[in-house]
């Protein structure tokens, strides 16, 4: 069983730049592709970014590429996601997720087996 813990979250002006931490317990991450999404209110969850457990692929949603980058510190068992250029459209409640054992990357979001409680994410114009 992989537990996940989301934090960073915050209220940040338009521009400004936050940085979401996923951190597990109860098994190394080290062999399990990962993935962030995103839920707004009233909308469906939405991919966001993800990294193979190699860190040798990784995959953006289109509203986020060139701004967001997704990294994985093995030896510290955590995930991060750096977000800059931050826009009031990207507010939302921001989720890890870790998929299968040596499974790809995936931007699918029934890939996903376990899921962080989320953190939010909330950018003032």
């Known amino acids: 069983q992989v537990q996940l813990v989301d934090s960073g979250g915050g209220l940040v002006q338009a521009g400004g730049s936050l940085r979401l931490s996923c951190a597990a317990s109860?098994?190394?991450?080290?062999?399990?592709?990962m993935g962030w999404f995103r839920q707004a209110p009233g909308k469906e969850r939405d991919f966001v970014a993800a990294?193979?457990?190699?860190?040798?692929?990784?995959y953006y949603a289109d509203s986020v590429k060139g701004r967001f980058t997704i990294s994985r510190d093995n030896a510290e068992n955590t995930v991060h996601l750096q977000m800059n250029s931050l826009q009031p459209e990207d507010t939302a409640v921001y989720y890890c997720?870790?998929?299968?054992?040596?499974?790809?990357?995936?931007?699918?979001?029934?890939?996903?087996?376990?899921w962080g409680q989320g953190t939010q994410v909330t950018v003032s114009s």
């Open positions: 997720a870790a998929g299968g054992r040596f499974r790809p990357a995936s931007r699918i979001k029934g890939d996903y087996a376990y």
């Open positions: 109860g098994r190394t991450l080290s062999t399990y592709p």
């Open positions: 990294i193979s457990w190699s860190s040798a692929t990784t």
